[in-house]
């Protein structure tokens, strides 16, 4: 039984499921997509506009923050919430994921991981203390266990022996986390993560090992790494089957449209990923008819509105020829405004998305919405 | 005698004056600052924005819009206006300061100018038809006639033999639109621009050779372009010595805060300058206390928001040191929040001189003004 989260519907045609997740910055209604802002910013878009667009809570990334600015100023301000004037939920990772994707900057051993900084090169550690510490500082609404996201591929033996170490780390997160508590006078979450690499048994174990010590909510980490959607989905089946009813659950960094609506119907209930900013950058918009490439010349004199379907100001008021204008002249509001459409059509994906749990269509209505969106 | 200006008070103690310019989108009190838009946006922040910070004119620029999204581009979209979503007022420049600053891509002729594309290399043709031309089609509010900016310094000789091709393109210009009229239906007005480099003399007898010709307003060029400031206030006084009172008065391209507070109380009414975006990409936000930059480490772990004495979004809902990492890390959030207060200092600056002028406290307020600005 989670006191912070509620069930309110399950899909009689599927796992899909709809629920309240309660922080002291509000409530979450899942399934929900959890717009990432890396360096204490959703990239290019301003706190107001996230308000506006109704984002319930967003991310931070711990490696990032611990680095740039710091835990002294990050203290100093009383914690991220304040330092970016968000008073809405906040969610911070470990900072596992960026520092094991160092590669050839990190060196791994039982009590942790030492890493050089991307910035300037110094050498830093992080221990299963140390980033609840850092989190504790951050005061997100929702922080996460270190652990070790496993290269794809990895050989079995080696998923199983980085199991045992990340069960061992996730349970001195939680001691550390059960004596400190909370900076801030604010309640904070602590969510265990599921590895297992491709192996279906190994994933099993991982979330065996994880509900034994207990954590607020289960993440799904290491997917979406390079392997094939259809193993991506099954092994998200794989885990959602084992995981209780009334915890909730988050698949770490997924994904596409089509990813996001196949593993809500396998009963995830939160997402995350860079993809609705990042590929605006390079000028990809997500749109109810598809993705489109606003650079694609045949825009040039496009009078429509990048979506009529999606209710933001950037997706209603400009014409993908004004846009492939600002995005061809390498003009920072051409790329603000495709990240809030983005960002946007996220939000509207997963909302919309729960409302069908509700109304018992989300079967029906993935079928078309994807119909849609990939027959373009 | 000018039907779209109105004079509603010159200061007692100096040439500072209060005015109303009138056009189809909408009222101007003067004295004004004009963001500038160079390719249909005011680099970093959003159209509605700029609403709210109240800006009611804004440039745009010939050359850059004439290359890139094109003429064909902006005709389809019906004018500027459309194509940005922008309904206060617009003023585009004739092209011709960012041709003759191509020095090397660019060849003169009494016909016109030919250019290089800094885009592409490819040839281009200003003629004092065809930059008229553009500018109906762009549908700016108010539209400058083609000259040519002499270099600083420029010697006598040439700056004479200058002035005679631009009074003749002047001449050919205002024909031009004598015979074509608006494109798009609203009101669009010609100004002049009297050049002259630093000769006294030159700047009268271009400013008469304006003035024969007769346009719905006066511009100063050619400076701010190097020289000293005390000759650039000097020449700006010759200047409006001779222009009328009942016309609008623009000084382009100026300047810093100091030069539009001495311009105006040299009784220039509109001004335009790329300083308030331009600083702010380096981290220089300009302050009631005076400048500053915020990459400077004594802000990192500052409190402080920008400015408590401008009313914007970006002056008072951040501290410097949440500013600072967002400039340090590169994040453009930083850099449209620098932007959106610097613009929103500098149209206070404007809107409070004509407060003070209509009060009848300029003189004072100047002198206050600038003592907490300059003395930081």
């Known amino acids: ?17 709809a629920g309240v997740l309660k922080t002291d910055h509000g409530e979450i209604q899942t399934p929900v997509f959890m717009p990432v802002g890396t360096q204490a910013t959703v990239k290019t878009i301003d706190q107001r506009t996230l308000v506006e667009l109704d984002a319930k809570i967003i991310l931070g990334n711990t490696y990032h923050l611990y680095l740039r600015p710091g835990n002294d100023v990050m203290k100093h301000f009383g914690g991220l919430h304040k330092f970016m004037n968000w008073d809405r939920a906040l969610l911070s990772d470990s900072g596992g994921y960026q520092v094991f994707s160092l590669k050839d900057n990190r060196r791994i051993d039982e009590g942790g991981v ?14 299963p203390e140390n980033v609840i510490e850092t989190q504790r500082i951050l005061g ?16 079995k033996k080696y998923t199983a022996d980085s199991l045992k170490l990340s069960l061992k780390w996730a349970k001195e997160c939680k001691d ?9 006078g604010h309640n904070q979450m602590l969510f265990g993560i599921g590895q297992g690499g491709m192996f279906p048994d190994l994933r099993r174990e991982y979330i065996k090992g994880m509900l034994d010590i207990g954590f607020d909510g289960y993440a799904i980490g290491g997917l979406s790494v390079g392997e094939p959607h ?13 995981l209780p009813a009334d915890q909730p659950r988050y698949l770490m960094g997924v994904g596409t449209p089509e990813n996001i609506l196949e593993c809500i119907e396998r009963g995830i209930d939160m997402f995350d990923c860079v993809m609705p900013t990042r590929n605006a950058r390079n000028g990809q918009l997500f749109t109810t008819r598809g993705k489109i490439n606003i650079r694609n010349k045949k825009y040039q ?3 429509s509105v990048i979506d009529e379907n999606i209710d933001s100001y950037a997706s209603n008021n400009f014409s993908l020829g004004y846009l492939r204008h600002l995005i061809i002249s390498k003009e920072t509001l051409g790329i603000s405004l495709a990240s809030q459409h983005n960002i ?15 109304s018992g269509e989300f079967t029906t209505w993935k079928k078309d919405f994807l119909e849609k969106y990939l027959n373009i």
């Open 1 to 17: 039984m989670n006191k912070n989260f509620t069930l309110k519907k399950t899909d009689s045609l599927s796992k899909a499921r």
């Open 114 to 127: 030492e890493f050089k900084s991307h910035i300037d090169g110094s050498k830093h550690y992080f221990s």
């Open 140 to 155: 997100s609404d929702i922080m996460m266990v270190l652990d070790e996201c496993v290269p794809y591929p990895s050989e």
């Open 176 to 184: 550390y986390w059960t004596e400190k508590g909370p900076m801030w």
């Open 230 to 242: 259809d193993v991506m989905y099954d092994l998200t089946d794989v885990s959602t089957d084992m």
């Open 301 to 303: 004199f496009s009078d």
């Open 344 to 358: 946007a059509f996220f939000l509207h994906l997963a909302r919309t998305a729960r409302e069908k749990i509700l």
